[in-house]
């Protein structure tokens, strides 16, 4: 494999020597740039090997010898080498690696050069110096990566090697990371749980960091289920996504590497993980459940549900019933099941099954041998009227309630997928038809009064391409979501496609053997499968949400079938963190790059995420200058950023310039400054106060959202501008010290019309000995004027009639009086 120093150095010692070939290993980085792209958020770098040169064999496959491999001349080199490595990928290309290690399965004894795979030993007593070396190198160059290890073969190797490590060596590891394989000492319950038991008294966290198999979904699910269960596992990686045509079968999907053949035949291990990935995703809370090992059970605070993972590796005629009381109330279920490459009937590949048996707060359902059966029970109201399709009798092509169809989609009677509910139906897009495009909506979700600017939504649907025989589906097919003002017509947002996610068949399974005939999609899917689209936040001035179901760019060749569509579900979510993320149980100081998870771009890590980590109230201390492009919380529990120091908020021209408060009520006691234009969006229900001062420092700040902002302590404008839309009721609120030396804008939503007797509140204070500069407000039609008053505890404007022009001298005194005054009371 390349390296980035390829050629040896005269002089290896002497670091300033080394000539760089920064255009490596181009394939891979191609490959992570990728990824990124697609969304991977937590990006970890490991060495399989010292480069060539710095290893005793002159090998990075290893060593004939079965010994330690790293040359002991060459520890001190290999720290800068791979560190150097880790600061070009952050400095230009702007890649952030969270984690780093310089080991790889270290112990295993596979590394016995001449093998096609980079491997080097390295026994735990050499781990301890070497992982010790590059601790204290790291510490040096003031990295923000945390250095873990021992990542070992399998749990009983790492238990093993951790307690070769010495304390101070242990003081440099942030995490320990192993690999879960069943050889070398294996990784059954009494292994894992020991590793645990070591790891935990030493206040560290486990991520399985490796595992693979060929031997099927089953396996696979039940090894994540025991390192879940026995190890507690933060994380789980799987080892190779896609795998050349080797014959081993441990890719998610195999594909020829030379080229020159597009296929990929995805195996069953695909599907089996997504039955966890889709379903328990970062930041789930797992759900203890005794005496279930064949069980994972965890609840996604952001989107409210509860994914219950069955593994059942009986027989393919076995079923097994499974029963579930929850604490929560149970809105709505669905079932997901993958059978395994050993069931005979391998009938299932992240099919839907309808939803689960339902009473009260129990669910139930069967799952049937060799299969991974997932249940998602929603706790969160769906906010889709008639997401079932029930017809009251209705005819296929009819009109049925709560339901719009445009172009070529109508309702149909033939292919209902909702099981329990008699008289429904299905929405249909006639992919097979003469028609470009056809549509399936619903109008109104949402009040004109009731601002849902910052608020998240997710669309789901189970979706039946009938993509049957020959014919390939070529249609483009969307979850989508529309964003409208306060008349339900006028788009809040920039463009009518802007928010959606595209859906396909699924790919083909292979069969037996390493290979398939199948290019892209199965030829053969007809199955109902659940779709879901991304989580897409309202723009600002939404009032309404809109689903959309629909379809274009139908291919010249008219070769797609018709698309079945059933069981739609509308409901409120959170995004996923996207920023650096504070991962701490409680608090701690800012400063401590440990407390912290890094994104994977370097441009994100600008923003500061605190999320659900803390178990109870907590204090983030401050204590110096921190620049940040901006702030999410998102916890129960209540974050107080307090401290001597100060947050400078806000970059210039970037589009994370936001303070984003989704849910709980949080502080601010330290010093706060805005370097640019900002938005602080507040969720309905969420509140954050400002304490230690807010400085505007000439800059925009736009209040979006329902929720209420306070800024207590020494708030100033410094000729800044604040905006904020209107409501009936402040969410603004004044400390007395406020300094309002600046401008106040009011903003209505799109297609808000503005009538006589409207009245805002446009913030709120006990005392206020101060008023703004300017009051901007919008444009009334004729005979209405605005009617802007200081009360007693209250800034409100009001849509009053137009006074008739009064004779010339009684204007110029009242022009005279209005000049004294304007900054106490303004009338447009």
Do not use: C
Not at 383 to 409: E, Y
Request: overall charge negative; glycine content about 10%; aromatic content about 10%.
């Amino acid at each position: 494999m390349e390296g980035w120093v390829p050629t040896a150095p005269t002089t290896v010692s002497d670091t300033s020597t080394w000539t760089w070939d920064w255009n490596a290993d181009a394939t891979q980085r191609l490959v992570l740039d990728m990824a990124i792209d697609r969304g991977v958020t937590r990006v970890e770098a490991f060495a399989n090997s010292a480069p060539w040169w710095m290893t005793n064999s002159l090998s990075s496959s290893g060593s004939s010898t079965s010994s330690n491999n790293l040359s002991t001349a060459r520890q001190n080199e290999f720290a800068h080498y791979m560190l150097e490595v880790a600061d070009h990928f952050e400095s230009n290309l702007g890649i952030q690696f969270n984690t780093i290690t310089p080991v790889n399965e270290p112990g295993s004894g596979f590394w016995t050069g001449g093998s096609g795979q980079e491997g080097m030993i390295i026994t735990p007593i050499r781990q301890r110096s070497l992982i010790t070396t590059f601790g204290q190198e790291m510490d040096n160059r003031g990295s923000r990566m945390g250095l873990v290890g021992p990542e070992e073969t399998s749990t009983d190797q790492s238990a093993d090697t951790w307690g070769v490590y010495s304390t101070t060596t242990k003081s440099h590891i942030d995490q320990v990371n192993t690999h879960t394989y069943p050889f070398n000492g294996g990784s059954g319950q009494s292994d894992s749980e020991r590793l645990f038991n070591a790891v935990s008294s030493d206040g560290k966290k486990i991520y399985a960091t490796e595992y693979g198999t060929g031997q099927g979904a089953i396996r696979m699910a039940e090894q994540i289920n025991s390192d879940i269960r026995y190890l507690d596992a933060a994380g789980w990686t799987y080892w190779q996504a896609v795998e050349d045509n080797n014959g081993s079968g441990w890719g998610l999907a195999i594909q020829h590497f030379n080229g020159t053949n597009p296929r990929f035949d995805v195996q069953d291990q695909y599907f089996g993980l997504k039955q966890f990935s889709a379903h328990i995703r970062p930041g789930s809370e797992i759900i203890e459940l005794d005496g279930q090992e064949n069980i994972t059970a965890a609840y996604d605070p952001r989107t409210g549900t509860t994914a219950v993972v069955v593994t059942n590796d009986g027989a393919d005629s076995a079923s097994d019933n499974y029963s579930f009381n929850l604490d929560q109330q149970v809105m709505s279920t669905r079932l997901i099941r993958t059978t395994d490459e050993n069931n005979s009937l391998r009938t299932n590949a992240y099919e839907s099954l309808g939803a689960a048996t339902v009473a009260g707060n129990n669910v139930s359902f069967d799952s049937v041998g060799n299969s991974i059966t997932t249940a998602v029970i929603h706790h969160r109201p769906n906010l889709v009227r008639n997401g079932n399709f029930d017809d009251h009798g209705a005819a296929t092509g009819a009109a049925i309630s709560d339901w719009q169809f445009a172009g070529d989609a109508e309702f149909d009677t033939g292919s209902d997928h909702t099981f329990d509910v008699p008289g429904t139906g299905t929405g249909v897009l006639k992919t097979q038809g003469d028609a470009t495009e056809g549509r399936m909506f619903q109008t109104g979700i949402g009040d004109a009064d009731t601002d849902l600017t910052g608020v998240a939504f997710q669309l789901s649907a189970d979706v039946r391409f009938l993509n049957a025989g020959s014919r390939n589906y070529d249609a483009d097919a969307y979850l989508a979501l529309e964003f409208y003002g306060a008349d339900d017509q006028t788009l809040a947002s920039t463009s009518l496609n802007e928010y959606q996610t595209h859906i396909e068949p699924a790919p083909s399974v292979k069969g037996d053997g390493n290979e398939s005939s199948v290019v892209g999609s199965d030829p053969n899917d007809n199955q109902y499968r659940t779709y879901v689209s991304e989580r897409f936040v309202a723009p600002e001035g939404t009032r309404y949400v809109r689903p959309v179901i629909r379809f274009d760019n139908l291919g010249d060749d008219d070769n797609s079938s018709l698309t079945f569509v059933d069981n739609v579900r509308l409901q409120e979510v959170h995004p996923e963190a996207v920023a650096r993320e504070w991962n701490a149980e409680s608090g701690g100081d800012w400063t401590n790059d440990r407390s912290w998870l890094n994104h994977s771009l370097v441009e994100t890590n600008k923003h500061a995420y605190f999320g659900n980590a803390i178990t109870e109230d907590s204090n983030i201390a401050i204590d110096s200058t921190q620049a940040v492009t901006g702030l999410t919380f998102f916890s129960e529990h209540q974050y107080n950023l307090q401290g001597t120091g100060k947050l400078e908020i806000g970059e210039a021209a970037s589009p994370l310039n936001l303070i984003d408060v989704r849910v709980g009520s949080h502080l601010v006691n330290v010093q706060t400054e805005l370097m640019d234009n900002l938005d602080i969006q507040i969720l309905p229900g969420a509140t954050i106060s400002f304490d230690s001062g807010f400085d505007l420092a000439g800059h925009e700040l736009a209040k979006l959202g329902a929720g209420e902002v306070e800024f207590n302590i020494g708030f100033m404008m410094n000729g800044g501008t604040l905006s904020a839309y209107a409501a009936p009721d402040a969410s603004i609120f004044f400390g007395s010290d406020a300094l309002l030396n600046g401008d106040f804008e009011l903003l209505i939503s799109a297609g808000q019309v503005l009538q006589l007797g409207d009245t805002f509140e446009l913030a709120a204070f006990t005392t206020l000995s101060d008023s703004f500069d300017e009051i901007i407000l919008p444009t009334l039609s004729d005979g209405l004027v605005w009617d802007v008053n200081y009360e007693t505890n209250r800034l409100s404007a009001g849509v009053v009639s137009a006074v008739p022009e009064p004779a010339s001298a009684t204007f110029i005194l009242v022009a005279v009086l209005a000049l004294n005054i304007r900054r106490r009371r303004q009338t447009v």
